[in-house]
């Protein structure tokens, strides 16, 4: 019969005495029998067993139901697209990647059940005070049901809600940590005797144009500005940002590949960056040749309305010009034991809002490192929530 039907199919052609013989035409049979088999099991099998599949529908809403400043709950739209229950592990697992790095379990209150082609908002708790997340924190979680997870990717938690005061940051603008708290005792060896107070806060997050004049000896009597050498302004007023593409070519930054170079100190010593020796910060890996210029900047956020007068040391090996915010606070050379000593404080304001730390850096030969320490100063202020960020796009100031 199935050879007939072939032979319908494909009839034999003149001279020919025959069509499709019998072998062939159970060869095809069976190789049909495979494929109809092959679909079932693949296809129809997988819609009868039924497969759960969650997606996120919404974006992550975090509120401080408890009025203590720090985020305590969370709600996120879920949908199964699936073809059966798929029922939520009830632990969410919470990442946060700074200000402080930390990993910590919430709980899901509500909604563990989700049907085929359902949509429904959960509620996601911390189980107590010390789990709660901190304003402007850089965060992800991850929900997981059966063998499978869904993760929201890393965000900004906001601020200015749930107890919180002063303007609003712009939190996608920027990524966040905060300073450094620096004893004596977090102060490298050849340092730590003049250190310039009992403690105080250092920035690690900073932008780094070097080496210019690689090689050059009496740098420390160098004054000429190489960012607007090459054609972005002065040094003081330049603003690079996360992403930037300018380039530099003039005397001429390639230990930095000629770009500014995000960096993040994170040594033995963090705030105290290293760029050539071993007698301040011998974790940090730049490794640079021992005579050259760097150009480095810092943000502080203030995200407080008020503007905070503080103190500001400098400490680098060799000299130094130290501005804030475009302002000239202080310069030097190595003259004596300079090169290795905290300068005599200054008082700073940092308004509200960004703040910019620049500092030129040259060392004139053998160890080179840089490090800003501030410190609260008469008038009691609330310096922990301040942040060093990196900006990702071109950050602007009405105080500049």
């Not at 008469?378 to 602007?396: A, E, F, K």
Request: with cysteine; charged share 15%; glycine share 8%.
């Amino acid at each position: 019969m199935f050879t007939k039907i072939l032979n319908k199919i494909f009839p034999r052609k003149k001279g020919n005495k025959r069509g499709v013989s019998p072998v062939i035409a159970t060869i095809l049979l069976i190789a049909l029998t495979v494929t109809a088999a092959a679909i079932v099991y693949f296809v129809v099998v997988p819609l009868l067993q039924g497969k759960g599949e969650i997606v996120q529908m919404s974006g992550v809403t975090l509120t401080d139901d408890d009025v203590d400043g720090f985020y305590d709950t969370a709600t996120i739209k879920l949908f199964n697209l699936g073809t059966d229950l798929v029922t939520l592990n009830e632990d969410v697992t919470l990442i946060i990647y700074s200000p402080t790095e930390n990993t910590t379990s919430w709980l899901i209150s509500s909604n563990l059940e989700f049907l085929t082609q359902e949509t429904k908002e959960i509620t996601i708790v911390a189980i107590d005070d010390v789990n709660e997340m901190a304003p402007l924190s850089q965060y992800e979680m991850s929900i997981t049901y059966g063998s499978k997870s869904i993760t929201t990717g890393r965000q900004f938690s906001s601020y200015g809600t749930g107890g919180e005061s002063g303007p609003e940051p712009p939190v996608l603008n920027y990524t966040a940590m905060a300073m450094y708290l620096r004893t004596a005792a977090e102060d490298p060896s050849t340092s730590r005797a003049s250190f310039p107070t009992t403690s105080g806060y250092s920035p690690a997050l900073w932008f780094i144009s070097g080496i210019y004049k690689s090689g050059t000896s009496n740098l420390q009597l160098d004054t000429t500005d190489y960012i607007a050498s090459n054609g972005f302004g002065a040094a003081e007023d330049y603003r690079p940002y996360l992403g930037i593409t300018d380039t530099f070519s003039t005397d001429i930054s390639a230990h930095t590949g000629y770009q500014n170079l995000a960096y993040n100190d994170t040594g033995n010593y963090p705030g105290c960056v290293t760029f050539s020796g071993t007698s301040f910060d011998a974790a940090d890996t730049f490794n640079w040749p021992q005579k050259g210029i760097a150009y480095m900047y810092s943000y502080i956020y203030n995200p407080t309305p008020d503007a905070m007068d503080l103190s500001i040391s400098i400490q680098v090996d060799d000299a130094y010009y130290l501005w804030v915010n475009g302002d000239l606070l202080g310069s030097g050379t190595q003259v004596a034991s300079g090169w290795k000593t905290w300068r005599t404080p200054v008082t700073v304001t940092l308004n509200p809002g960004y703040n910019v730390i620049t500092v030129k850096a040259s060392d004139a030969g053998g160890n080179w490192d840089a490090q800003v320490l501030m410190w609260d100063t008469g008038t009691i202020d609330d310096i922990t929530g301040l942040l060093n960020v990196w900006p990702l796009v071109v950050p602007t100031s009405t105080f500049w």
